[in-house]
């Protein structure tokens, strides 16, 4: 592990926590909890859980003032960033990321529980979600194959979406820099939630730069749209909706000026989720589908490339509760397919799934939460079939109302996608003897509650088998193989301070929250030789006030010691927003400073080719919201 970081990481701790002990003693434990689903499948206080989760509300998220839920995720801390567009816009098949604790490929996300990730390449568009339709975004770090199956190597992220609640409607719009402008408008009720989404941004120069081959690639306008959809038309049936289509260009330009090609994008998106739920018992039907169509406009001639992805299934959870402990049982299905035009043509695959978790408390101490899984993925005929059993076991123990420790672990596993063994391009090749990748994760950890102080701490230890890396060792195309060794081991941390809560003064509004984690990630490539596949160090600290009026946020978001020789990454995003002629008006500005920010690319001075893909500069947004 990184020494240096560690240090700063136990040097700012003891800081904070010394800064009012004697504050802090005569403070009563809160009484409001907070809960998670995410962790159990089913409602449980999250500091009851084994688990490291992160819960976002839909306040914390808009008040980071970021522009879509992917880069306001990229600002809560402990998570990376890899992006290939502004403001997380996918480029091709490149889209976004938000690793975990140094691991790339590693988490699974979903929608109000369903997965949306495709078959494909595991991606997913974070980028079209807009904030005002989310309730709260649930983030669980470590293997949880058990309860999520394949896919969650190394977390997950849940992603709830608005609640049918009070009638209520409005409007929002934003200006800014770059020709940025948004528009939203809703309408909330009991029966159906309503959100419509309009977000556009101009061109931009240089998001990137390929220093090898003397190009870089610029962006035209870019338009998206959205809409979010919530239907209950009985206290426990709920129909979602959420669908988006964006359209962008793509130039790219030689460095003495000249347009070596330009490609129009677009991107169509539709999932739809049909939810039964009470108490005891969880029932979802879903369907979702998405088409990327890329047309390159100085090459007439040159087929239309098509990238269209489907996921469609159903599952059932059932909580049993006994007098000697509490039972989960469930079974999940889901059909995936995709069917790339120019690249491989269309390929499906089955996966299926048995589980069940005993949750035994011993004391009111001491809980202990064993589970498996029997996951099975049959894929088309000609190709392997896998059936893995996926254990995990959980402790939490109450040491005192305020203070839990906790420890997990959990076997972890992936099934290739398709892109890993059958893509073909200029650029990229698949692998067809690529195998599936596992492994275990390990960790253990303190939750402290106090009025004054919220704490989370975890030490964590990733080991996969076969993880499937990208091979960079001849240049292009590149391809894909399995790293003999790959592992990630480190401390996460997640802070939050009101030293003035006990006060009745305009004070009692501050806050300071702190996350981040700190790793040494470390795989084997083709050759048996070492690399760093991940970033080592992420943090994200928020200084805020929430007062009756003003509502502030300063964030500092670093991320350093770089995977491929990457720049480190320092921005600070200021928020605020204040009442004004019966609404708020907001105030944004992204990257205060203008840095220059790498968000993803290879940089070695030895790479066969160096480039890097760059984030926005800096953002200034204006914005007015009033709810009727």
């Not at 859980?49 to 914390?60: D, G, H």
């Not at 899984?373 to 995990?392: N, V």
Request: proline letters at 4%; one cysteine or more; glycine letters at 10%.
């Amino acid at each position: 592990m990184n020494k240096k970081y560690v240090t700063k990481l136990f040097l700012s701790i003891t800081i904070s926590m010394a800064a009012c002990p004697l504050a802090w003693a005569d403070q009563p434990t809160p009484t409001m909890d907070t809960i998670t689903v995410t962790a159990e499948r089913f409602p449980v206080e999250e500091k009851e859980t084994p688990r490291f989760v992160t819960i976002l509300s839909k306040e914390q998220l808009v008040e980071t003032g970021a522009s879509n839920l992917v880069t306001a995720l990229r600002k809560s801390g402990g998570l990376g960033y890899k992006a290939f567009g502004p403001l997380g816009i996918g480029h091709g098949g490149m889209n976004s990321e938000l690793p975990m604790r140094g691991v790339y490929g590693g988490e699974l996300v979903l929608v109000n529980g369903v997965p949306i990730q495709s078959a494909a390449g595991a991606s997913y568009d974070l980028d079209t979600i807009p904030l005002n339709q989310i309730e709260r975004v649930e983030i669980l770090k470590g293997a949880a194959a058990t309860l999520y199956g394949a896919d969650a190597m190394s977390g997950v992220i849940n992603i709830i979406t608005k609640r049918n609640g009070e009638k209520s409607k409005g409007f929002q719009v934003t200006g800014g820099d770059y020709e940025y402008a948004e528009g939203n408008v809703y309408y909330n009720s009991p029966l159906l939630n309503l959100g419509v989404n309009y977000q556009h941004l101009g061109g931009l120069s240089k998001i990137s730069q390929n220093f090898s081959r003397n190009y870089h690639y610029d962006t035209g306008d870019t338009n998206r749209y959205g809409v979010s959809a919530s239907l209950a038309p009985t206290d426990h049936l709920f129909v979602d909706l959420q669908g988006s289509f964006y359209d962008t260009e793509y130039l790219k330009v030689n460095d003495d000026g000249t347009l070596a090609s330009g490609t129009d994008q677009e991107d169509t998106k539709l999932m739809t989720t049909v939810r039964y739920e009470t108490e005891s018992l969880h029932a979802k039907v879903f369907y979702n589908s998405g088409e990327m169509r890329r047309e390159e406009f100085t090459n007439p001639s040159k087929e239309v490339d098509r990238n269209r992805n489907m996921n469609a299934g159903f599952g059932a959870d059932y909580r049993f509760g006994f007098d000697w402990a509490e039972l989960t049982t469930g079974a999940d299905y889901v059909y995936r397919s995709a069917d790339y035009s120019t690249k491989y043509g269309y390929h499906y695959r089955n996966d299926y799934a048995l589980f069940a978790q005993m949750k035994k408390e011993f004391a009111k101490k001491l809980t202990i939460t064993m589970g498996a899984r029997e996951q099975f993925i049959d894929g088309e005929s000609g190709t392997d079939d896998y059936d893995r059993f996926l254990p995990s076991l959980g402790l939490s123990w109450a040491a005192t109302d305020s203070l839990s420790l906790f420890a997990n672990t959990g076997k972890a596993f992936r099934a290739p996608t398709f892109n890993n063994r059958y893509y073909s391009s200029s650029f990229m090749v698949g692998n067809p003897n690529v195998g599936p990748e596992e492994g275990w994760t390990y960790e253990t950890g303190v939750k402290y509650d106090h009025a004054l102080i919220n704490l989370r701490l975890a030490l964590f230890h990733m080991a996969y088998e076969d993880k499937i890396e990208i091979d960079r060792s001849n240049g292009y195309p590149l391809t894909y193989f399995n790293a003999g060794d790959y592992q990630s081991s480190g401390i996460e941390w997640q802070i939050g301070l009101t030293p003035f809560a006990h006060r009745s003064d305009s004070l009692a509004g501050l806050g300071l929250n702190w996350a981040g984690y700190s790793a040494e990630p470390i795989a084997e490539d083709p050759a048996g030789e070492k690399y760093q596949p991940g970033a080592k160090f992420q943090s994200s600290v928020g200084l805020s006030y929430l007062g009756e009026k003003l509502t502030a946020n300063l964030d500092v978001n670093i991320l350093a010691s770089r995977e491929y020789n990457l720049d480190d990454i320092t921005t600070v995003d200021l928020y605020g927003k204040y009442p004004l002629a019966g609404g708020h008006l907001s105030v944004t500005i992204e990257n205060i400073f203008d840095d220059e920010v790498q968000v993803s690319g290879k940089m070695d001075e030895d790479a066969s080719t160096r480039y890097a893909y760059y984030g926005m500069g800096r953002l200034f947004k204006v914005g007015y919201e009033m709810q009727f």
